[in-house]
């Protein structure tokens, strides 16, 4: 009696360890660019609600969330603001082959909080006599600060405003200076404009694909989640009508790329 009593405290004590770890490894775990966290976290609720899988989402510009994946982070899917990056990591032998895709294309858009001002082209920015603070994400680090640089330098006024412009860490954090108004306008997407302000709002100009370097937004499968099968459905939805549709009417982003 005494002999099965031990192995039923055994037993108890076990099953619970063993259930934690089971519950652990249906964890999804994301690395996305800052700019997508909104739109991925609806996507994710959804996906949530209809297979019952948990996902963690972690958040930041796309040069960290490299730097965190090449030095061993262990997330399974990396959603990133270009393309480049993924390729990178394909070079280095972190990624599924073949699972690379363009998620989304992203727009870039100028933005001011002055409600007095509409902004519809680029003459707004070429006047910038009037303009003590430009804010854009750090352009080593994400890709929207890269295409920020970009719209400076072809309209041919980088040189006059570089000491105006104040960088973020990520696009976020440069949405924060202009909602804040530490800067009086900032380079931001406009997925995060749809996200916080109502349609009326008319304080931004989408700035034409032809200033900037495309902003395509991929997907990749990283080694971690190789053998998830939660990741692959979740890549999957990642690619059906439902979830374009909410990020092309919800956040602004399209799916053929503008030249």
């Known amino acids: 009696m005494k002999k099965y009593f031990i192995i039923l405290l055994a037993y108890l004590f076990m099953a ?7 519950n ?7 690395a996305v660019a800052s700019n997508f966290r909104t739109a991925v976290t609806e996507i994710a609720n959804i996906f949530t609600s209809k297979t ?11 040069g ?11 997330f399974d899917i990396f959603l990133s603001a270009d393309e480049l990056t993924p390729i990178k990591l394909e070079k280095n032998k972190l990624t599924v ?3 690379r895709f363009t998620y989304a294309y992203g727009r870039l858009v100028l933005l001011s909080l ?4 509409s902004i519809n082209s680029e003459q707004y920015l070429v006047n910038f006599e009037k303009i003590n603070k ?3 994400a750090n352009p080593k680090l994400a890709p929207y600060g890269a295409a920020a640089l970009d719209v400076l330098k072809n309209l041919a006024i980088y040189d006059t405003v570089v000491s105006k412009l104040v960088y973020g860490e990520n696009i976020s954090q440069a949405f924060q200076y202009v909602a804040s108004r530490s800067a009086e306008i900032g380079f931001v ?9 109502p349609n009326t709002f008319d304080g931004y100009w989408i700035i034409p694909n032809d200033l900037h370097r495309p902003i395509n937004q991929q997907a990749v499968l990283l080694l971690h989640g190789k053998d998830s099968r939660i990741a692959h459905e979740f890549l999957s939805f990642m690619k059906s009508t439902m979830v374009k549709k909410i990020l092309r009417e919800k956040y602004g982003y399209y799916f053929e790329r503008e030249d």
Do not use: H, M
């Not at 652990?24 to 994301?30: E, F, G, M």
């Not at 019952?52 to 796309?62: H, L």
């Not at 002055?114 to 001002?117: C, H, M, P, R, Y």
């Open 189 to 197: 997407s406009l997925s995060q404009v749809k996200s916080f302000y």
């Open 114 to 117: 002055d409600s007095k001002t």
């Open 64 to 74: 960290k969330l490299y730097a965190q994946i090449i030095n061993g982070a262990p």
């Open 134 to 136: 430009i804010a854009i």
């Open 97 to 99: 082959d073949g699972s």
């Open 24 to 30: 652990t490894d249906q964890i999804l775990k994301l």
């Open 16 to 22: 619970p360890c063993a259930s934690y770890a089971r």
């Open 52 to 62: 019952g899988n948990e996902i963690n989402i972690s958040s930041a510009s796309t």
